[in-house]
T-cell receptor, first 112, second 115 residues
Framework: KQEVTQIPAALSVPEGENLVLNCSFT??????LQWFRQDPGKGLTSLLL?????REQTSGRLNASLDKSSGRSTLYIAASQPGDSATYLC???????????FGGGTRLMVKP | EAGVTQFPSHSVIEKGQTVTLRCDPI?????LYWYRRVMGKEIKFLLH????????ESGMPNNRFLAERTGGTYSTLKVQPAELEDSGVYFC?????????????FGPGTRLTVL
């Protein structure tokens, strides 16, 4: 059974800092890994999807890396801004490529 | 292109009552998923439709939950009778069918409170 863990559970940083969010998973036989952002009271916004054949994926100030063999992914946020404050979730699909298993999320606060 | 929509955004009901949640996926998406997040826990999978067929309902908590997707378009999730532990946020997501493991797009969720 796939288990996904995110560390840290919460993070508070000053504006402008670069930061790394961590995601680990127990079963390395994954199709891909998806990073989401959730704002309070809102739905999930997909940030990046990194395929199992890829090592990293970039979108603006976000960079996600994937190391399948070690069961780890990181989300790097460059030059953080107060607008980046949200909960960040990672998720991997099951063996049939369908249902997602989510981590508990990292609640990020970027202080002005 | 419209995203995944869910209705209602909030629902407050009393224990024992019935509630029906609705999800409209992105047009053309054969895959439709229901997930739930209860307070303090991870988001958990409930079930998966491919068009109108239930592909996987292993995450459904019990037989008080009934999901349908008539005609392979929108889906409903009915809770009858609702219990206190059913409170949480119910998310719907959709994706194209192939290839496997496609990106899932989520709706804003329905926050259900059972009193």
């Amino acid at each position: 059974k796939q288990e996904v863990t995110q560390i840290p559970a919460a993070l508070s940083v000053p504006e402008g800092e670069n930061l790394v969010l961590n995601c680990s998973f127990t079963d390395s036989a994954i199709y891909n890994l998806q990073w989401f952002r959730q704002d309070p009271g809102k739905g999930l916004t997909s940030l990046l999807l990194i395929q199992s054949s890829q090592r990293e994926q970039t979108s603006g100030r976000l960079n996600a890396s994937l190391d399948k063999s070690s069961g780890r992914s990181t989300l790097y946020i460059a030059a953080s801004q107060p607008g980046d404050s949200a909960t960040y979730l990672c998720a991997v699909p099951g063996n049939a490529g369908n249902m997602l298993t989510f981590g508990g999320g990292t609640r990020l606060m970027v202080k002005p | 292109e419209a995203g995944v929509t869910q209705f209602p955004s909030h629902s407050v009901i009393e224990k024992g009552q019935t509630v029906t949640l609705r999800c409209d996926p992105i047009s053309g998406h054969d895959n439709l998923y229901w997930y739930r997040r209860v307070m303090g826990k991870e988001i958990k999978f409930l079930l998966h439709f491919v068009k109108e067929s239930k592909q996987d309902e292993s995450g459904m908590p019990n037989n008080r939950f009934l999901a349908e997707r008539t005609g392979g378009t929108y889906s409903t999730l009915k809770v009858q009778p609702a219990e206190l532990e059913d409170s949480g946020v119910y998310f719907c997501a959709s994706s194209v069918r192939v290839p496997l493991g496609n990106e899932q797009f989520f709706g804003p969720g329905t926050r259900l409170t059972v009193l």
